[in-house]
């Protein structure tokens, strides 16, 4: 028997009228909608007079609902799934779903569209590869790495954050880089769409001015120096990890993870500790 497919069907981030053509004709076509939110979703199926039985598909329920889904798939039923906004499985459920689909050989058709980081990147004007770290981590221990991979890496750091936490976050970044360039885009395609770019200390003293509300995605400009870590410090460190007992090996994982540079790079800058 003829197997389904499952369509991956990015919806808008903002403006209604962000769809294409053929997500809306995936949208009519399917035998079924996994969604987030099924109310959130009648709405956009209203207003584009799509009719089609949903089913919930969110982040607590989206090791449960796969088998369902495999399910419908196996009898030749086509499924959609959607999210809240923008590209399902961008910090958002679906990749259980599509891991698992993958998996079974079954087809998987994604289909281009709205993405509030992408849109982000495109309208700030930086420029150069990046890394897109998902929602900014809150556990203090993830968060201080994280801090301290974006004022190492080279590359444009790309992040999600909440309203009620970007004051902190900035503050926090401002502390080790006040000078880097960074865009903060709110709202985008929406009726207070705004970007904030400048130096993280300028971003920061118009977020103290008037806190911002809404959706926030944010860009920090890679470093331009081809190298950040303070040599003497990192020998320090080495020497430390020695005193404690911890063999070469160990000592190059360690500070592999903690500078993310490589190993030959420390290898060689430490190559005369012993
Ligand atoms: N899957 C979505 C995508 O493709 O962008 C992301 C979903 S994630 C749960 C929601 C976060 O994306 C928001 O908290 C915000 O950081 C960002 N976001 C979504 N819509 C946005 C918009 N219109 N403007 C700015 N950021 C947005």
């Avoid at 962000?18 to 207003?47: G, P, Q, W």
């Avoid at 495999?70 to 030749?76: A, D």
């Amino acid at each position: 028997m003829k197997r389904g497919t499952l369509y991956i069907v990015p919806t808008p981030i903002g403006n209604l009228a962000d769809f294409t053509i053929r997500a809306r004709e995936v949208l009519a076509s399917v035998d079924m909608i996994a969604c987030e939110d099924t109310r959130h979703t009648k709405k956009l199926l209203n207003y584009y007079k799509i009719k089609k039985p949903l089913i919930s598909y969110e982040k607590f329920s989206e090791a449960s609902r796969v088998n369902e889904i495999m399910g419908m798939l196996e009898k030749g039923q086509d499924v959609a799934l959607v999210s809240d906004s923008g590209t399902p499985a961008i910090s958002d459920p679906g990749t259980i779903l599509i891991s698992r689909v993958r998996s079974e050989g079954i087809r998987v058709e994604a289909l281009p569209g709205p993405c509030a980081f992408i849109t982000a990147i495109c309208a700030s004007g930086f420029d150069g590869p990046f890394r897109f770290i998902g929602f900014f981590p809150r556990q203090k221990g993830l968060a201080k790495k994280e801090f301290l991979k974006i004022s190492l890496s080279q590359e444009m750091s790309v992040f999600y954050e909440s309203p009620a936490r970007i004051l902190k976050t900035l503050q926090s970044l401002s502390e080790t880089l006040s000078e880097r360039e960074i865009c903060i885009a709110r709202e985008i395609s929406k009726i207070h769409e705004e970007y904030i770019i400048g130096s993280v200390h300028e971003v920061l003293a118009v977020i103290n001015r008037t806190p911002p509300r809404g959706e926030i995605v944010v860009l920090v400009k890679g470093s331009s120096q081809r190298l950040d870590v303070d040599e003497d410090l990192l020998r320090q460190r080495a020497k430390k990890l020695i005193e404690s007992g911890y063999t070469k090996k160990d000592i190059l994982r360690v500070l592999t993870e903690e500078t993310l540079l490589s190993r030959n790079v420390l290898y060689r800058m430490l190559i005369d500790i012993s």
